[in-house]
């Protein structure tokens, strides 16, 4: 039986159940649903590359920056990485939402996404909305995460079939390898975790595109041939 770094290691993807307490989680999933009460926040009127408009999303959110900081080393032992945080984001899902096929940009590089709750409205048995991973369902339970190379692993969710009143609460949490070519992401380019966006280096994401993109366009680069050591 493979580590979970063993898996994660030849797979580029590791299924972590129980990541954080049933109890933990419905904490996460009562606090977005009154934060999307008090706050709500429409991904579609904040990005004009939404992927889920019309449903309540926040970058940053303190208590999900404060999830992305207790799961680290939860992250670091399963992936065998040394790690830095970069950001966290959360999404309360409404009925026939779905997510498009897509990679993520360089600060994902390490990702991942824990189920904080849900409520499905519907007659089918056993009903549960999955996240694909790479052509690779997966049902998860209040407390469980997926974590996955970011920009290399495509993910989706198909549309969410569950009835009227039905939502699901999903955190995705960033890192960067602290040792490999995207550290230069760590905090997203904000001064510490738990920093709002309008704290980020504003030339930091194209800086890190374009990295990415040399980085594609050759296969194998990695830092160490930045470096002539001998
Ligand atoms: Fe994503």
Redesign the pocket.
């Known amino acids: 039986m493979p580590t979970k770094a063993e898996f994660f290691a030849k797979n580029k993807y590791v299924v972590y159940e129980k990541a954080i307490s049933a109890e933990v989680a419905r904490l996460g999933a009562q606090y977005a649903i009154f934060d999307a009460l008090q706050d709500w926040k429409d991904e579609g009127t904040m990005a004009n590359n939404a992927?889920v408009p019309g449903s309540h999303s926040k970058y940053a959110d303190p208590f999900m920056e404060s999830l992305e900081l207790l799961l680290l080393p939860k992250v670091e032992e399963s992936t065998g990485l040394s790690l830095y945080p970069t950001y966290s984001y959360y999404r309360l899902y409404k009925p026939g939402d779905d997510?498009l096929p897509?990679?993520?940009r360089p600060a994902?590089e390490i990702?991942l996404?824990i189920n904080l709750g849900y409520s499905y409205n519907t007659n089918i048995k056993d009903y549960s909305w999955d996240i694909w991973v790479e052509g690779k369902s997966f049902r998860t339970e209040p407390g469980d995460m997926i974590i996955y190379r970011?920009l290399e692993m495509n993910?989706w969710r198909e549309p969410f079939a569950a009835g009227r009143g039905s939502w699901q609460v999903q955190a995705?949490l960033h890192y960067v390898d602290a040792n490999g070519p995207y550290a230069m992401c760590k905090f997203d380019g904000r001064p510490s975790l738990g920093y709002p966006a309008n704290f980020k280096q504003p030339q930091l994401d194209s800086l890190a595109e374009n990295l990415a993109a040399s980085n594609f366009s050759k296969p194998n680069l990695s830092n160490s041939i930045l470096y002539v050591t001998r």
Do not use: A, V, Y
């Open positions: 992927q997510l897509h990679t993520d994902c990702s996404t970011g993910h995705f």
